[in-house]
């Protein structure tokens, strides 16, 4: 993946030294920009942002105020490179969410290696859910093989929800990502008031969420979720809908078609040591015994409780 990195300088100054620092390493890209282009610019959503300040002519904590109010750019880090040597100057431009600042003279491999560790970190961020701040497939796979492989036992959660494609369709795609966000505070409030350590919980994509805990636990935790979840959904649906207990979708023909409100319908798998070989059994089964809740009208859960033999 290309890295595009903004060099902000009036004089161009800066631009040779960043591409010569990193001539071999072609995945990163280093465009200057001076100040009065920064808002085309940012249109753009680099990287990373690298201010040289003693060669812009507008003053640096304006210019990082004005990055940090663009909304697509609220969470691009920001590095400032400057000769200013004053403690104070240095803390005001940090309080503007500011990664790095650089003195000035700068030393050229700790300037390239900490460009290289911001965009590893950056790397990793983007593994998790930007939406719920959930970990990913990465990290999902990682914790189940790490489990697998200590020989633990322990039980995979599988969570959906019911019916969100009609949510969608009624609500919009901004009210369906508060209900994500509500989905995935009520498995974590219910998760962590349940189990007290050794518990993962993750956001596979869109609707659908994973937690893995100790196997004591599951249906207690189940039951606690849906309970929650059932008790706070119908704040995201309008009085009518709620009185009716549904909503309504036209279909692809223009015919009206009745769905009931958004519930979760939870699988559980209990892996006992040595039942799976692998992360990929384990999702059989879930995909399994997750069919069977959701064959069920409402929020439910099924547990597969076979054991190895």
């Given at each position: 993946?290309?890295?595009?990195?903004?060099?902000?300088?009036?004089?161009?100054?800066?631009?040779?030294?960043?591409?010569?620092?990193?001539?071999?390493?072609?995945?990163?890209?280093?465009?200057?920009?001076?100040?009065?282009?920064?808002?085309?610019?940012?249109?753009?959503?680099?990287?990373?942002?690298?201010?040289?300040?003693?060669?812009?002519?507008?003053?640096?904590?304006?210019?990082?105020?004005?990055?940090?109010?663009?909304?697509?750019?609220?969470?691009?880090?920001?590095?400032?490179?400057?000769?200013?040597?004053?403690?104070?100057?240095?803390?005001?431009?940090?309080?503007?969410?500011?990664?790095?600042?650089?003195?000035?003279?700068?030393?050229?491999?700790?300037?390239?290696?900490?460009?290289?560790?911001?965009?590893?970190?950056?790397?990793?961020?983007?593994?998790?859910?930007?939406?719920?701040?959930?970990?990913?497939?990465?990290?999902?796979?990682?914790?189940?093989?790490?489990?697998?492989?200590?020989?633990?036992?322990?039980?995979?959660?599988?969570?959906?929800?019911?019916?969100?494609k009609a949510y969608n369709d009624v609500y919009g795609f901004i009210n369906g990502d508060e209900i994500i966000k509500f989905t995935s505070d009520?498995?974590?409030?219910?998760?962590?008031?349940?189990?007290?350590?050794?518990?993962?919980?993750?956001?596979?994509?869109?609707?659908?969420?994973?937690?893995?805990?100790?196997?004591?636990?599951?249906?207690?935790?189940?039951?606690?979720?849906?309970?929650?979840?059932?008790?706070?959904?119908?704040?995201?649906?309008?009085?009518?809908?709620?009185?009716?207990?549904?909503?309504?979708?036209?279909?692809?023909?223009?015919?009206i078609e009745q769905f009931p409100l958004t519930s979760i319908s939870i699988g559980v798998v209990e892996a006992d040591i040595g039942r799976f070989?692998?992360?990929?059994?384990?999702?059989?089964?879930?995909?399994?015994?997750?069919?069977?809740?959701?064959?069920?009208?409402?929020?439910?859960?099924?547990?597969?409780?076979?054991?190895?033999?």
């Open positions: 993946m290309i890295q595009e990195i903004y060099i902000i300088d009036d004089d161009e100054s800066s631009i040779i030294v960043f591409r010569e620092l990193f001539k071999n390493d072609p995945e990163y890209k280093f465009i200057s920009v001076t100040s009065s282009q920064i808002d085309v610019a940012l249109k753009n959503i680099p990287s990373i942002i690298i201010i040289n300040e003693d060669a812009i002519e507008v003053d640096v904590l304006e210019l990082c105020q004005k990055i940090r109010r663009d909304e697509d750019n609220s969470i691009t880090p920001i590095i400032v490179v400057s000769s200013n040597p004053e403690k104070e100057h240095r803390v005001k431009i940090l309080k503007e969410s500011v990664e790095y600042y650089i003195k000035k003279p700068v030393n050229a491999q700790y300037l390239y290696f900490t460009i290289k560790n911001l965009t590893r970190l950056l790397t990793i961020n983007r593994r998790i859910s930007p939406l719920t701040g959930l970990p990913g497939n990465v990290q999902i796979h990682a914790e189940l093989k790490k489990r697998i492989s200590n020989k633990e036992s322990f039980s995979v959660l599988y969570l959906d929800l019911d019916n969100f009520t498995i974590i409030k219910c998760v962590h008031g349940v189990v007290s350590n050794n518990s993962f919980i993750g956001h596979i994509g869109g609707d659908d969420f994973i937690a893995i805990v100790p196997i004591l636990h599951t249906e207690e935790l189940c039951e606690s979720i849906i309970a929650n979840f059932d008790a706070s959904v119908t704040k995201f649906f309008t009085e009518d809908d709620n009185d009716k207990g549904y909503i309504e979708v036209a279909n692809r023909k223009g015919v070989a692998n992360m990929l059994e384990i999702g059989e089964v879930g995909a399994q015994v997750k069919h069977l809740a959701k064959s069920v009208m409402g929020s439910s859960y099924s547990i597969d409780r076979r054991k190895n033999v």
